[in-house]
């Protein structure tokens, strides 16, 4: 978080290369969720930040990911939230707020109660640090950016409200339910992302509103949190798990349109339409990271446990 940014000259708000990830996906979240790209372009972006977690700053270990089961019964005071030194840092402050709203849901599916935070986070590793990008897409009451696309200097605390009431849908029997049901990547994604509509939020919507808060809660800014990349480190697990009952079809098997929900309309993609990150990195077929075992020309070579 000390290295300067790469996006400066295109967003003020960025002073750090952690803050240049966050950058590429304000930018790039209209077209990469509720589309083709959002399974294979978070793979290739978790990736990417990783490979720069070890490359330039020395770390030596893996992309952990968030089992979320582990933790739903009480994840404010899991190990992954409890505020230790090996936590993820603590929940926020106890702050009154009215919940997280859920647009789109019917009631009573529209608003996830509040929990026991809300405020800034101080405890644990990531208690002293400041947010600088965003808000687009608020959960909380947070200072307006001072321009439109978010990417203004905007510095304030890492908030949480970590909440049970969110997480209750990120346990074993969702995610078995979506990997065995599911038999077409239209279906699996679309459960996975959430039907909100039928009130269903589902693991990807369940896993960020448990930690909710600024600017986790925030559909744009999310990756700012630290959490934010156990989460998808998990979401591509499961991708991966769903994969490998039909690996024959279900490598090289894509849906949905180019845009998210058809908005505006567009055409199907396709295994050959381009997926990038912006100034990170360059443009690839979605072919090429539809695989964890090769993928990418071969830079794509892991597994999970």
């Known amino acids: 978080m000390s290295k300067p940014a790469l996006t400066a000259a295109q967003a003020p708000g960025a002073k750090s290369r952690f803050d240049d990830y966050v950058v590429v996906h304000i930018q790039q979240t209209p077209r990469n969720h509720g589309s083709t790209f959002f399974l294979p372009w978070h793979r290739y972006y978790i990736w990417h930040y990783e490979n ?48 997280i709203p859920i647009p789109g849901a019917p009631r009573p599916y529209n608003m996830i109660p509040p929990a026991d935070g809300g405020g800034c986070v101080t405890t644990g590793p990531f208690k002293n640090m400041t947010v600088n990008l965003g808000p687009l897409a608020p959960t909380l009451q947070i200072t307006r950016n001072p321009r439109s696309d978010g990417l203004g200097a905007n510095p304030r605390c890492l908030r949480r409200d970590v909440n049970k009431n969110a997480a209750a849908v990120t346990t074993a029997n969702y995610t078995y339910d979506l990997i065995t049901a599911n038999k077409d990547v239209y279906w699996f994604q679309t459960v996975m992302e959430g039907q909100f509509p039928q009130g269903k939020w589902g693991v990807h919507a369940g896993g960020h509103y448990t930690v909710s808060g600024d600017p986790a809660g925030d559909f744009y800014v999310s990756p700012g949190d630290p959490v934010f990349w156990l989460h998808h480190a998990m979401i591509d697990r499961v991708w991966w798990i769903w994969q490998l009952q039909d690996l024959e079809k279900r490598l090289t098997q894509v849906s949905m349109t180019r845009t998210m929900n058809n908005m505006p309309p567009s055409a199907n993609g396709t295994l050959d339409d381009l997926s990038g990150l912006g100034v990170l990195a360059a443009d690839v077929k979605v072919r090429e990271l539809m695989s964890t075992m090769g993928g990418l020309g071969g830079k794509f070579c892991y597994i999970y446990e």
């Open 52 to 99: 720069a977690l070890r490359t330039e700053c020395g770390y030596k270990g893996y992309q952990p990911y968030w089992n979320w089961d582990r933790y739903a019964k009480d994840p404010a005071n899991s190990p992954l939230f409890d505020g230790s030194e090996g936590s993820m840092g603590g929940n926020g402050a106890k702050v009154a707020h009215q919940g």
